[in-house]
């Protein structure tokens, strides 16, 4: 059966409705989409809203043992899917960062909306100048971050208000410590991010 329907004047079509109250209340399926397309609703494409949430996640491979200040830990981080839709918009409300080692450091994570040039694990955090229109800014983590149990450790920022664009669907970031840590091993650290699609 075809999804359209002919209209002819005069004559009587069956139009979907509910009967609420003795009044006709038309039953419509939502779609979404540009200009001249349409989509039909589903899990597979929702209806844009904001205050959708999602979890982003990196776990860096980072050197097991010393850094010099001001160097990058763990190479390039990549966020998948931290906006919708391409050129899309997000907003980091939580950031976490786990360590299984103690060193309480501070480290600033800074954020690029296009894949930036690629700086090695244990070398020095220098952006080329070139770059810098993409840089989006930075959350800084410091010592009253850090909530230290016996062996490991969490740092929290919360509400932190980073919003951010894509180019694409993707969110980069460099992690880069500001003072001094060594870690036991190369998966002492995971970097979370709770953030809210918004649009």
């Not at 770059?131 to 919360?158: C, F, H, K």
């Amino acid at each position: 059966m075809a999804d359209n329907i002919a209209i002819t004047p005069g004559s009587g079509v069956t139009i979907a409705a509910d009967d609420i109250g003795s009044a006709l209340y038309q039953r419509i399926k939502i779609s979404n989409g540009a200009d001249g397309s349409a989509t039909d609703t589903s899990t597979a494409s929702p209806l844009p809203t904001r205050g959708v949430w999602t979890t982003l996640v990196a776990a860096p491979t980072v050197t097991a043992g010393a850094y010099s200040a001001n160097d990058v830990v763990g190479g390039l981080l990549t966020f998948a899917n931290a906006v919708r839709a391409t050129g899309g918009h997000g907003m980091v409300h939580t950031l976490i960062l786990t360590d299984l080692a103690v060193n309480a450091v501070d480290l600033n994570i800074w954020f690029y909306d296009t894949l930036p040039a690629t700086i090695a694990d244990n070398a020095a955090f220098d952006i080329p100048d070139a770059e810098l229109p993409t840089l989006l800014g930075a959350i800084a983590i410091r010592s009253g971050n850090y909530l230290i149990a016996t062996d490991n450790q969490t740092a929290m920022v919360l509400n932190t208000g980073f919003a951010y664009n894509c180019t694409a669907t993707t969110l980069y970031a460099y992690i880069e410590c500001v003072a001094t840590p060594t870690y036991d091993s190369t998966a002492d650290l995971t970097l979370t991010l709770q953030v809210e699609y918004l649009d």
